[in-house]
């Protein structure tokens, strides 16, 4: 069966840091790119962070320099280290995955990251 799996969401102090993991199941990991997106109440969904299956990386610009994507397609799982936590990013994370191909395109269920004091 395919599917990606966030999990590692939770509340977090104002610059405190949090770890999200994003497994999958029933595809070519290694042939995916990978991301990581969040959305608000009442708000589209935004890229945060991707990487390609050739390792290729890009990030939003309100993320540069406080968040991380790297995957280990090993585990077939990719990760978002999320430094230097503001309030304003909280929301739900989502994980998604892309074929190399284009024809396949993942979504995971989400997990809620809350930075609040």
């Known amino acids: 069966q395919v599917h990606l799996v966030e999990s590692g969401g939770g509340l977090v102090q104002p610059g405190g840091s949090l770890t999200l993991s994003c497994g999958a199941s029933?595809?070519?990991?290694?042939?995916?790119?990978m991301g990581w997106y969040r959305q608000v109440p009442g708000k589209q969904r935004e890229l945060v962070a991707t990487?390609?299956?050739?390792?290729?990386?890009t990030y939003a610009d309100f993320v540069k320099g406080r968040f991380a994507i790297f995957r280990v397609n090993a585990e077939s799982t990719v990760y978002l280290r999320m430094n230097s936590l503001k309030s304003e990013d909280t929301a739900v994370y989502y994980c998604?995955?892309?074929?190399?191909?284009?024809?396949?395109?993942?979504w995971g269920q989400g997990t809620q990251v809350t930075i609040s004091s």
């Open positions: 998604n995955g892309v074929s190399d191909g284009g024809n396949v395109n993942l």
């Open positions: 029933g595809i070519s990991f290694s042939d995916y790119t």
């Open positions: 990487i390609t299956s050739t390792w290729t990386k």
